[in-house]
């Protein structure tokens, strides 16, 4: 009889590990992947705006009619911004603990933004037109025209 109680001691304890171990595991590895996904989303949101200014700083160093094109890729809705003082480009993601910014110096820029702009891949073009200055997303692409002498 003694034997019969202390194999059941022993089975309830071990359900009862089985149980706490399951619960404590759970919440070791869901903060450590939301703090992995944060980096990703961080370093795409960075290698994005990197990107992009860099893209917009060479066709403005290049003159009228010059186009650059990159692709870019993130993981969750973002949002771009061109800020006319200072000069910058601000692009926006959102992580587990809010909305992350980057900001981007630019030698050229104008007031204009595109917000709440699908995770995907994008192909970015870049140029300087003789047109309005705009951004304009149709489909996959993104176009940010710029003309700093004005639309004839």
Request: aromatic share 10%; charged share 15%; hydrophobic share 40%.
């Amino acid at each position: 009889m003694r034997g019969q109680a202390a194999v059941e001691y022993m089975l309830i304890a071990a359900a009862v590990f089985a149980i706490f171990g399951s619960i404590t595991f759970a919440f070791m590895i869901n903060p450590s992947q939301r703090g992995s996904d944060d980096t990703t989303r961080r370093a795409q949101i960075e290698s994005a705006c990197n990107a992009i200014s860099d893209a917009l700083n060479d066709v403005y160093s290049n003159a009228q009619g010059a186009t650059r094109t990159v692709a870019v890729s993130l993981a969750d809705a973002w949002s771009i911004s061109f800020v006319k003082t200072p000069p910058g480009l601000r692009m926006s993601i959102s992580t587990s603990y809010g909305t992350e910014n980057v900001y981007e110096n630019l030698r050229y820029s104008f007031d204009n933004s595109l917000t709440n702009i699908p995770s995907g891949s994008y192909t970015v073009i870049v140029a300087w037109e003789n047109t309005a200055e705009q951004v304009v997303r149709s489909g996959t692409k993104i176009y940010i025209r710029i003309n700093p002498w004005g639309a004839s």
